[in-house]
């Protein structure tokens, strides 16, 4: 593996991870530079990919779709699988409402290979290695083996999970409930022997995705909120933010503001930890809304807190203030008084 584009990977799947999509971008590509300039098919595919998923999610389709053409010329020539390209595409064409391309592309996803290594089931020790001849040898690389092979059954199932998820979400956004919850137990069931946090997440969504469907809003924003939990736990801080504001609206619908309140909050607050100040200061408004439609007295003074530290972040910077809430605000109230205390 060659250390520069290892480094540069490494660095744009962390940014990635946080939501720091531009050095993300930045990283990736010096991966895709690297990975041409010494012409490996599959790193190149690889980048390009990772490319493509930082375009989605800044909503740039067009240039992500052009990216996933190049992936997939790379990684077939690696002879490598295009699987999660196909995956990929499938997002990009729900979110633009084109249903049937979007089931065609899932249908080529579920016709590759599991994007797992071919040769994770192989023993590690070479062809003349004593193992394959000594008993005391042969117990540790036996026990590699296994160990190989479970991943590589997990990454198939991880996968196959993917797949039915993926026509669990386009049998949902077309009210095709039956479907939906069929496909959604076929990935429970494959899931239940795969440790991955990231697929516990995406489970939790799809399960939200079909409550909204049913017009189930309460149990849709409880799948929301374990999906946020799961993406921590991932280690993919970069959506929890769009899991929470989807449960706040859920709750919303749901005639829980005391609850959509508490979770735009949290929307707002991590805008503000990652330094996003005027962005954290765009959810306040809604947020006190909700806070003050259900009377919940916790959720103003939690938000004339946050109000306060944007206030005092913005001034360390030089920044102008923002505009004030209305004077009538609960919210301005509360931070006066925090001022004079």
Same mark, same amino acid.
């Given at each position: 593996?060659?250390?520069?584009?290892?480094?540069?990977?490494?660095?744009?799947?962390?940014?990635?991870?946080?939501?720091?999509?531009?050095?993300?971008?930045?990283?990736?590509?010096?991966?895709?530079?690297?990975?041409?300039?010494?012409?490996?098919?599959?790193?190149?595919?690889?980048?390009?990919?990772?490319?493509?998923?930082?375009?989605?999610?800044?909503?740039?389709?067009?240039?992500?779709?052009?990216?996933?053409?190049?992936?997939?010329?790379?990684?077939?020539?690696?002879?490598?699988?295009?699987?999660?390209?196909?995956?990929?595409?499938?997002?990009?064409?729900?979110?633009?409402?084109?249903?049937?391309?979007?089931?065609?592309?899932?249908?080529?996803?579920?016709?590759?290979?599991?994007?797992?290594?071919?040769?994770?089931?192989?023993?590690?020790?070479?062809?003349?290695?004593?193992?394959?001849?000594?008993?005391?040898?042969?117990?540790?690389?036996?026990?590699?083996?296994?160990?190989?092979?479970?991943?590589?059954?997990?990454?198939?199932?991880?996968?196959?999970?993917?797949?039915?998820?993926?026509?669990?979400?386009?049998?949902?956004?077309?009210?095709?409930?039956?479907?939906?919850?069929?496909?959604?137990?076929?990935?429970?069931?494959?899931?239940?022997?795969?440790?991955?946090?990231?697929?516990?997440?995406?489970?939790?969504?799809?399960?939200?995705?079909?409550?909204?469907?049913?017009?189930?809003?309460?149990?849709? /924003?409880? %799948?929301?909120?374990?999906?946020?939990?799961?993406? !921590? $736990? &991932?280690?993919?801080?970069? +959506? =929890?933010?769009? #899991? *929470?504001?989807?449960?706040?609206?859920?709750?919303?619908?749901?005639?829980?503001?005391?609850?959509?309140?508490?979770?735009?909050?949290?929307?707002?607050?991590?805008?503000?930890?990652?330094?996003?100040?005027?962005?954290?200061?765009?959810?306040?408004?809604?947020?006190?809304?909700? /806070?003050? %439609?259900?009377?919940?007295?916790?959720?103003?003074? !939690? $938000? &004339?807190?946050?109000?306060? +530290? =944007?206030?005092? #972040? *913005?001034?360390?910077?030089?920044?102008?203030?923002?505009?004030?809430?209305?004077?009538?605000?609960?919210?301005?109230?509360?931070?006066?008084?925090?001022?004079?205390?």
């Amino acid at each position: 593996m060659d250390t520069s584009l290892t480094r540069f990977a490494s660095s744009g799947h962390e940014a990635f991870a946080e939501g720091d999509l531009d050095v993300a971008i930045a990283q990736y590509r010096k991966a895709l530079h690297r990975a041409w300039s010494i012409d490996d098919p599959y790193e190149s595919g690889t980048s390009a990919y990772n490319l493509a998923a930082c375009m989605t999610s800044l909503s740039k389709n067009q240039e992500a779709r052009d990216w996933l053409v190049d992936a997939r010329v790379e990684l077939c020539r690696a002879k490598s699988s295009a699987g999660n390209t196909w995956l990929l595409e499938a997002k990009i064409a729900q979110q633009e409402c084109r249903f049937e391309e979007a089931k065609t592309f899932v249908d080529r996803a579920a016709c590759s290979q599991p994007p797992c290594d071919a040769g994770s089931g192989d023993c590690l020790c070479g062809p003349k290695d004593p193992c394959k001849e000594s008993c005391v040898m042969r117990i540790p690389c036996v026990g590699s083996r296994v160990k190989q092979k479970k991943a590589a059954e997990q990454c198939e199932d991880d996968y196959t999970a993917q797949i039915h998820l993926a026509r669990a979400r386009l049998a949902a956004e077309t009210y095709e409930i039956e479907c939906a919850e069929m496909h959604f137990a076929c990935a429970c069931e494959l899931a239940a022997d795969v440790c991955s946090e990231s697929l516990q997440a995406e489970l939790q969504n799809v399960a939200a995705m079909i409550h909204l469907a049913k017009g189930e809003y309460l149990q849709a /924003a409880w %799948h929301f909120d374990n999906e946020a939990k799961h993406l !921590r $736990l &991932a280690g993919n801080y970069r +959506e =929890i933010p769009v #899991a *929470l504001e989807l449960a706040s609206a859920a709750y919303e619908q749901a005639e829980r503001a005391d609850l959509a309140a508490s979770r735009m909050c949290r929307v707002a607050r991590i805008w503000f930890g990652r330094g996003e100040f005027k962005k954290s200061w765009s959810y306040l408004p809604q947020a006190l809304c909700l /806070a003050e %439609h259900c009377r919940c007295q916790s959720a103003k003074i !939690r $938000l &004339a807190l946050l109000a306060k +530290e =944007i206030e005092l #972040a *913005l001034a360390d910077q030089g920044e102008p203030m923002l505009p004030k809430p209305p004077k009538d605000s609960l919210l301005l109230d509360n931070s006066e008084n925090l001022e004079s205390s």
